[in-house]
Structure formats: C-alpha cells, structure tokens
C-alpha cells in the first residue's frame, strides 16, 4: 500500500471524520492482528501529518491509536520508543505497532490526561486554570531534558548521522517529494497583494517590521539543501525529534511531561532535536489555527518600487508562548551549547545550522500555498516567518536573532 491513501483519509477527517473512520478500519484490521470492533477519529488542529482516534476492541477494551502520513517517506523505521525508554526518557511506549512503509501505526493504552498542545491553547483562549502548573512543569521538563542529552553526548561519524531517522521531517522533505508536491514549478500563492507564482515568491526580497532580509526564499531553499545535509559528523545525542507540544502530555497526578509518538527519535545532532519544539512550541498557531488568527491579526504589504515586499504585522508572541521559548533556551539550548564548546565541538556554523532547520518547519510542515487551508494573510504571514527563522535580519533584529544574539554573546 502507498502512503497515498492514508493521506487522502488524513485530509478527509476534518471534512467527513466518518467516511474517514469507515475507510480507515479495515486498514487498521488489516495492519494489526486485534479484533478492532469499531473506530473513533479525532481530528485534531494539531495533527498536520497524522490521523488520531480511540478504537474499541470486541472485548470492550479501548485503546488510542495514531497513524503518520508522510508522503514519498524515505524512512524505514520509524519507531524508536525503546531507544529513548533505555535512554531515560519519560515515554509512553505502544502496545502494538506496524512500521513498514504505508503502514505506519501505534497503538496505546487510553491516556486521559492533556496534550501540551491542548493546555496551551486553553490558557490562550481564556482558562488560566492550570497557567502555573504548566509554567513550572514546563521548566522541570526543561530541566530535564538537558540531564538526558549530556549523558548521552558523543560524536556521531558521517555514515551514522546520515541514517538518523530525524532528517524526514528537514533534508528528506526540504529535497524530496514534498517540496514537489508543495512547490512545484506551477505551484501559485494567494497573498494579500495578489496572486504570485512559486518563482516570483521564491525570487522576492522582504522586509518584515522593518527587519531587513537579503537572502531569498530560494537562497534559503538551496543553503539548507546543502547545510543539513544529513551525512554530516558532528555531535549526538539520543533524542525525541518531534517533541513539539502535541506530542507531549501533562501528567494531572505527577505534573510532569511524558512524550508521546517518537517517530523521528534516535541518535542525531541535538540542535536537530530542538529544531521543532523551539519554532512549533513558540512561533506556530498561526499554522493550526489559520482563520482564528487571520481574524485577529492584522498583516499588511506594499511592494516598493525595486520590488522588495514591505510587509507589517502585529502578530507577536503571547507570554506563555514567550516562556516556552526563553525556557528552551536558557535551560537547554545555552548550556548545551556551552558543553559543546568544552568539548571542543562547537561547530562555527551552529546558529546557521539551526536557523536552518527552523526555516523547514513553517515552509513544509504544512502547504502554505493552499489556499483552501490559509487565508492569504496567513499565508504571507507563514511566508515570511520561513524567512525569519532561515535568514539574518540586518538592521531591526528579528525575536529569534534577538535571542540568539543574547545566546551568543553568554558563550
């Protein structure tokens, strides 16, 4: 079986979530050896690449099952529970599993308590109820995190870097069939100032609150295609890879973080594995609740006389997104990177690498010329924060290049 058609299901539960389950459970019986009586989807904003759900057995039981769906997957497997289990991790480890390829499922036990994902946006919308656990759960889990890294901390040689599972969700997607299917050569965007061709958006200058960028958008696309290459020596540590909010719960009983679905986990470079908490986490409702936010942001564009796109926005980081980010950075990013200097393996293009990296997640996480998806503010505004999070602001600094900047200059 292809991907393809759990990926036409994955795009028909926020339309039809029926259809999508009567299509969805003779696979489902089909990948696993369980008497799988009847199937629930959830749709889910935060489930971009996945289908989600509970499924009841014959017997009653209930059981929570996810499903990836990444188109043109170079990647065998995918699974990688029992890696960050021995390594220490917090980890809810399945039940059962099917990973080859167009097959990809877990299944496990029925967990109650919230996503990350979930709390935070409860917060956001106006229940403060649980703002002060998740802060101080947020640092603990911070904290942490960086006691798993160090023990783990070794140098990874080329051959062992280049088969890290982790680059599916950067390199893979940036060079292979996602960026096809995303941006081909007829792909057009819906933008508030017009409709554009991939190569004019691609070929565009910007200037984002008065922030100035010099690299294009396909500047960025070919530097990253070279800079995060995946058969890359340098340092690595055992890692989540996907650790962003949703596939985090909030233990009610212990206030402590547990992670969910390591699909992407394994050895690999350990700003790879900060890559995708640090912009999802902190820079991305936009992407999971599009028209929410274009109703309540204000985003305009002017293009200047040689062409350059001007484009303002009041779009800014609530406090506890602010929290998220400081938190990553001051208790892991900083001393991490400290420790990588002792040792003598501090790459000199750290920051670039990174930047990078952010760069593919609000490009190919989602396709921000769907227009059926994002309004065309949003989509500018998904546009231009790629640019942020890949290129170097020149004169006005970015929030990111902000905090680097402090970053760099405690090293």
């Known amino acids: 079986m292809s991907d393809a058609v759990l990926q036409r299901i994955q795009q028909l539960q926020f339309s039809d979530p029926e259809e999508a389950a009567s299509r969805l459970l003779p696979l489902l019986r089909d990948f696993v050896q369980l008497d799988i009586a009847d199937i629930q989807i959830r749709p889910l904003a935060v489930s971009l690449n996945s289908i989600n759900g509970t499924l009841t057995l014959a017997d009653g039981q209930r059981l929570f099952f996810k499903t990836h769906v990444e188109p043109d997957s170079t990647i065998s497997e995918y699974y990688q529970a029992e890696a960050l289990s021995q390594a220490g991790w917090p980890v809810v480890r399945p039940l059962h599993s099917s990973t080859a390829w167009g097959r990809q499922l877990l299944i496990y036990e029925l967990v109650d308590d919230p996503t990350v994902f979930d709390l935070a946006w409860q917060i956001e919308t106006g229940d403060r109820t649980h703002c002060e656990s998740l802060w101080r759960a947020q640092h603990r889990s911070d904290d942490e995190l960086l006691a798993l890294y160090l023990p783990s901390l070794a140098w990874q040689s080329a051959e062992e870097a280049g088969a890290a599972a982790v680059h599916q969700l950067f390199w893979h997607r940036l060079t292979g069939g996602r960026m096809a299917t995303f941006y081909g050569e007829s792909a057009a965007f819906a933008l508030p100032q017009g409709r554009f061709s991939r190569d004019e958006v691609w070929q565009a200058r910007w200037t984002i609150n008065g922030q100035r960028y010099e690299e294009t958008m396909a500047s960025l696309v070919n530097l990253a295609g070279e800079r995060i290459r995946p058969a890359r020596p340098g340092p690595s540590i055992v890692g989540h890879g996907d650790a962003h909010n949703g596939n985090v719960f909030l233990r ?45 942001t204000d985003v305009r564009v002017q293009v200047a006389a040689d062409g350059r796109w ?102």
């Open 310 to 411: 001007q484009v303002e926005h009041d779009y800014t980081l609530p406090p506890l997104r602010e929290m998220f980010f400081r938190s990553k950075l001051e208790r892991v990013l900083l001393p991490l990177l400290r420790e990588l200097s002792s040792r003598g393996w501090l790459e000199p293009d750290w920051r670039r690498y990174l930047k990078l990296a952010l760069f593919c997640c609000p490009l190919l996480t989602m396709n921000l010329a769907d227009s059926s998806r994002f309004p065309p503010a949003i989509s500018l505004l998904g546009l231009g924060q790629a640019i942020e999070a890949g290129a170097e602001s020149r004169g006005r600094r970015s929030r990111l290049d902000q905090a680097l900047d402090e970053i760099e200059a405690q090293l």
């Open 252 to 296: 009610r009983v212990l206030q402590g973080m547990v992670y969910f679905d390591p699909a992407f986990a394994g050895r690999h470079h350990p700003l790879l594995d900060l890559a995708k908490p640090l912009f999802h986490n902190v820079f991305a409702m936009w992407m999971y609740f599009p028209r929410e936010k274009a109703a309540v």
